[in-house]
């Protein structure tokens, strides 16, 4: 089957001309613009051997010129590997490496080193000779399984891995998407996820362009530019992560009106239920949802909410088209209840093809068409899932499963308690011992009352014997909370002691 991923903004330009695509403080574009320009950029790209399989790395931020050379790059039949401005030089030549690329894409200011054997192309450069090669409107004759990007997963527990997203997958994806979270032609949706990642490109890029949506763009997160475009631009859904609610939520000072904000949808990361609670409080019109899904899911997987009632603490039940099982370590499904937490498996039409040339990681992920997620859940019996944490996050102390999330559940419950996170450290008598990191909302917050506050709240054994007082947690690039950051301030922490 012959599909190109670009068909998206080539028909919502020709059925939504004069429609507002892009805005920015400095300007609007509408889609016959934009596509008009990713002809343009596309006639550059062919004239310099750019064509099907081609592998180019594009490494720009959250700006105007994303869109017509990303789609360009999509009319052309190129792999796009989507690349974090933020990245440093061995970063960037892992990519480049493992994902063979052939041409990196870069803003002229970008001190990025380029590895050897890489035509490295300024953005400006490239846009300063559209008018002399001239217009290719011809979109390249793709196949629906083929590759169009290689989106790398963040590396936090080993060497980032390339996975393989079809054109086909990408816009099923669209389609599903945009319709379950009940997202219309009229909205006008915040564009402050970045689009080298999956949930940006998917949840805003891909699905606003599909259905001529209009897009407040953003370079770089900040809760008054936020609130500005709320009341100017009359922005009414948002996508985020938990980290982006909270800072929105902790700069409302009760005297903007964020009446037109109606969908906030919530990703990532699981969103503790104070934190909904709290963001209800904050936009009085809005409906909240969360979506679960991964990169190699093409960003889709289950939603708590839209077509399905909205159950607290549930990453909600599949998608169309998706399936979902919680297993055994044999692969064995279990049955419902929160007794039986396993791994949370997913199969359908969102599946990545596998690893770039990783076949033993794709095996293990891959088995029987189930994609294995890393995360533990239960499923209740009307088909909704609970995360209980990461595999890899898993405490066991003194024979005992503890699961972070549940902890950080309760402490974002105390008052004095802004954020959390719950690792656990290497401890010779238990195995594992309990670490909490808080921000507290103010100096007098005492560690003895938070600790007391989760005993009283949890059995003994899943109680920090330790909380560590932060200023503010890591986040990865993407708005995370950066977990392995803080489980090696434990173990650094653990290795002075010793040495002390």
């Not at 002809?39 to 064509?51: E, F, W, Y």
């Not at 699981?270 to 899911?297: A, H, I, Q, S």
Request: glycine content about 10%.
């Amino acid at each position: 089957m012959k599909f190109n991923l670009s068909t998206i903004l080539s028909e919502s330009a020709r059925i939504s001309p004069e429609a507002s695509y892009l805005v920015t403080d400095a300007a609007t574009h509408t889609y016959a613009e934009i596509d008009a320009w990713a002809d343009r950029a596309a006639g550059v790209l062919a004239s310099r051997g750019i064509g099907i399989g081609t592998r180019v790395a594009l490494r720009l931020p959250n700006i105007p010129a994303f869109f017509p050379y990303y789609f360009a790059l999509l009319r052309r039949g190129a792999v796009i590997v989507p690349m974090n401005p933020l990245l440093s030089d061995r970063e960037v030549a892992t990519i480049v490496h493992d994902a063979t690329v052939s041409h990196l894409i870069v803003l002229g200011e970008d001190e990025v080193d380029t590895p050897a054997g890489i035509q490295r192309w300024n953005l400006e450069e490239l846009m300063a000779t559209e008018t002399q090669v001239g217009p290719l409107v011809d979109i390249a004759q793709t196949d629906g399984d083929d590759t169009a990007l290689i989106i790398f997963t963040s590396g936090t527990t080993g060497r980032p891995k390339g996975a393989e997203l079809t054109h086909l997958q990408l816009f099923l994806t669209v389609l599903l998407e945009g319709d379950t979270y009940g997202i219309t032609s009229d909205d006008v949706l915040l564009g402050a996820l970045p689009l080298f990642h999956i949930y940006g490109l998917s949840g805003v890029l891909h699905s606003a362009t599909s259905r001529a949506q209009t897009i407040y763009l953003m370079n770089g997160f900040s809760t008054q530019t936020v609130y500005d475009a709320i009341e100017s631009h009359g922005v009414s859904v948002i996508l985020g992560v938990p980290t982006m609610y909270h800072a929105l939520i902790a700069a409302d000072d009760g005297t903007r009106d964020l009446s037109s904000v109606r969908i906030a949808v919530s990703g990532g990361a699981p969103m503790p239920m104070e934190m909904v609670r709290d963001l209800e409080r904050t936009f009085p019109n809005v409906t909240y949802l969360e979506g679960y899904g991964l990169t190699e899911t093409c960003s889709a997987g289950t939603v708590n909410g839209g077509p399905f009632p909205y159950r607290e603490g549930s990453i909600g039940r599949p998608l169309w088209g998706m399936q979902m099982r919680v297993v055994d370590l044999d692969g064995h499904e279990l049955p419902p209840g929160p007794d039986h937490t396993g791994e949370l498996v997913l199969r359908g039409h969102g599946i990545m093809k596998g690893y770039l040339d990783r076949p033993d990681q794709t095996s293990e992920a891959l088995r029987e068409g189930w994609l294995y997620s890393g995360d533990i859940a239960w499923i209740d019996r009307d088909g909704y899932a609970y995360l209980v944490g990461r595999l890899k996050e898993l405490i066991i102390r003194g024979g005992y499963n503890v699961y972070p999330r549940e902890i950080e559940e309760v402490l974002y419950a105390h008052p004095g308690v802004s954020a959390a996170a719950v690792v656990g450290r290497p401890d010779a008598h238990h195995g594992e011992e309990i670490v909490a990191f808080v921000v507290p909302t103010d100096a007098n917050v005492d560690v003895h009352d938070v600790i007391e506050f989760v005993r009283q709240n949890l059995a003994h054994y899943k109680c920090p014997r330790e909380v560590i007082m932060i200023d503010s947690l890591p986040q990865g690039s993407t708005g995370k909370i950066d977990k392995s950051v803080l489980r090696a301030t434990v173990i650094a922490k653990d290795t002075v002691g010793d040495n002390a």
